[in-house]
């Protein structure tokens, strides 16, 4: 490895651990002042606050420090020298902008893998044990289906909602002693009330008899209907979300649904936006990069920065219309992060590539 190599990428690692330290540490504060209710219910004394934010930060806020650490590292390491006149040594001496640039991006790119790792393994774990430090009952998910098992029932719901308190395509199967099925319940969503009780609608009731399992079933629809929960721990069926899968999981998820005929614009879009999500850490080192050098010609890292924030704020701005706008059910909006992702990463080879040697 040449020297000059060496140099940048020591320099693009210092700055991407300052930031993500530093960035941690700040988020924890705020954390603590703004949730401190939440971090007072998580666990009492030190050991609370500190497996609250132990789960919290990681879960949260990781997936989107990588991505912003990497921009800052890259727009330092190239335009503090930038601006000390040493990329403009390195030029004169003959060395290409791209060449450069080549040691940054490479690491970013071994960066990008990395959060796909973190995303699918530290940051996945994390949400599903904070999620689960509150009801502790565990979930097991089955082809197109998310089940939980409580004594002589059988609970299933297709996805949920934790901020709004509702589930989405529930059936409760009720069996007696003998474990033979006496009741099916079936709904197109369920409301989770403040006092436990489920507000069923669209309901569907089927009831069996056990002593004459080929007799046909009594049938009873209904607009809405009343279920009574028996413990808190039905409650774990809020992180019934197929965001709580791996990326393998999901994909054989989507693969059930479209089985079973539903509809899955939702659920690829997801997909597709986990799976692009890592390559912004790539991304945001391709923007910054061309920013950084580009101190050589202003002499001003702080105009730089602000540009670089625009930059960031707008990826940012998109991406999260392209999520909504598939989370709404618009297929084509299934790949937009994919048209986002590729939109900046030529914008920024192209400021790449118009520097001049």
Known sequence: MRILSRYF??????????????????IAIVEMMVNFDHV?????????????????????????????????????????????????????SGVAPGRLAAPVLATAAAFSLLAL???????????????????????????????????????TVDSANRDSQTLQGVTIFERNRAGRLVRSVSAETAHIEVDRRWRLENVLFREFSPDDPEAAPRTEARASAWFELGSASD???????????????????????????????????????????????????????????AVERTRSVAVAALQGVGLVGGYYALQTTASVIGAGGISAAAVAPWFVLCLFGIFGLWRLFRIRA
Not at 12 to 20: F, N
Not at 51 to 63: A, W
Not at 270 to 279: F, G, Q, V, Y
């Open 9 to 26: 990428i020591v320099g693009y690692l210092t700055y991407y651990a300052a930031i993500v330290s530093v960035s941690t540490l700040v």
């Open 40 to 92: 007072i219910e998580y666990g009492e004394g030190s050991a609370g606050v500190a497996s609250y934010l132990f789960l919290r930060l990681p879960s949260y806020y990781l997936p989107f420090l990588l991505p912003v650490g990497s921009f800052g590292a890259a727009f330092l390491c190239l335009g503090l020298p930038a601006r000390s006149l040493e990329i403009l040594a390195a030029k004169t």
């Open 117 to 155: 790792i973190l995303n699918e393994t530290l940051v996945r774990d994390t949400a599903k044990r904070f999620n689960h430090g509150r009801h502790g009952s565990e979930l097991f998910q089955s082809r197109g289906s998310f089940w939980q098992h409580r004594g002589h029932t059988l609970f």
């Open 235 to 293: 409650l774990a069926l809020l992180d019934a979300d197929p965001r709580s899968l791996s990326l393998v999981q999901l994909r054989q998820y989507i693969r059930a649904l479209d089985r079973e005929g539903r509809d899955t614009t939702r659920y690829r879009s997801m997909w597709h936006t986990r799976l692009a999500e890592p390559l912004s850490v790539l991304l945001f080192a391709v923007l910054g990069t061309p920013l950084g050098m």
